[in-house]
């Protein structure tokens, strides 16, 4: 169980046009997805908390402008990347917390990624 | 802002010897996380550790919050190669209720057969 997916698993665009990724709890309800960024052998970056029926939360330096996410229900989020730049090029990857952890609090799952390339 | 720090940023072993990383954060945690990252692959949570001076064991991986809730670390014993890949540490802050992870640096593992 726990299972999350995320589409497009790649994506090339070019500059000046958006892109959306989705993100999908396949088999549980997700109350919080989050949405990250990691660069090649680096660490993941944490760009904006979202909660379902409710504006995204995001990190400092995180243009909400620019990277669009909307939650419209308990097991879909989606990130919209507008008027993409070569520098958004990166690997963009959704997590989501079930309602009900089965740790007990805010274990993560993660979804496969997508890797956007704009040129 | 609150900052987890984890070293070594990489460690090279000969199949059979053992790896250690280390976590080390700024502020007391909430909880503790450890996610394994493959190559090309995304991140997969092993194990959560919430209270203080917690040890946990996974077949060879052993896991460990400190008693003040601000350092971790996991330890593998004699590594194999299925065992590359890079693995993260993840705080849950102790002071919010947002679920929000601040994640470590990361660790990658080579294991040389």
């Known amino acids: 169980g726990a299972v999350v997916s995320q589409h497009p698993s790649w994506v090339i665009c070019k500059s000046g046009t958006s892109v959306k990724i989705e993100c999908r709890s396949l088999?549980?309800?997700?109350?919080?997805m989050f949405w990250y960024r990691q660069f090649p052998k680096q660490s993941l970056m944490l760009m904006a908390t979202s909660n379902e029926g409710s504006k995204a939360t995001y990190e400092q330096g995180v243009e909400k402008d620019k990277f669009l996410i909307n939650h419209a229900s308990l097991t879909l989020s989606t990130l919209t990347v507008t008027s993409a730049h070569p520098e958004d090029s990166s690997f963009y990857i959704c997590s989501a917390t079930p309602a009900e952890g089965l740790y007990g609090s805010y274990e993560q799952y993660f979804g496969p990624g997508t890797r956007l390339t704009v040129t | 802002g609150q900052q987890v720090m984890q070293i070594p940023q990489y460690q090279h072993v000969q199949e059979g010897e053992d790896f250690t990383t280390y976590c080390n954060s700024s502020t007391t945690l909430s909880n503790i996380q450890w996610y394994k990252q493959r190559p090309g692959g995304h991140p997969v949570f092993l194990i959560q550790l919430v209270k203080s001076g917690e040890v946990k064991k996974q077949k060879r991986l052993t896991f460990q919050f400190g008693e003040a809730k601000k350092n971790s670390s996991l330890h593998i014993t004699a590594t194999q190669t299925t065992d590359v890949g890079t693995y993260f540490c993840?705080?849950?802050?102790?002071?919010?209720?947002?679920?929000?992870?601040?994640f470590g640096q990361g660790t990658t593992l080579q294991v040389k057969p």
């Open positions: 088999d549980f309800q997700a109350t919080t």
């Open positions: 993840a705080g849950v802050d102790g002071s919010g209720n947002t679920g929000k992870l601040i």
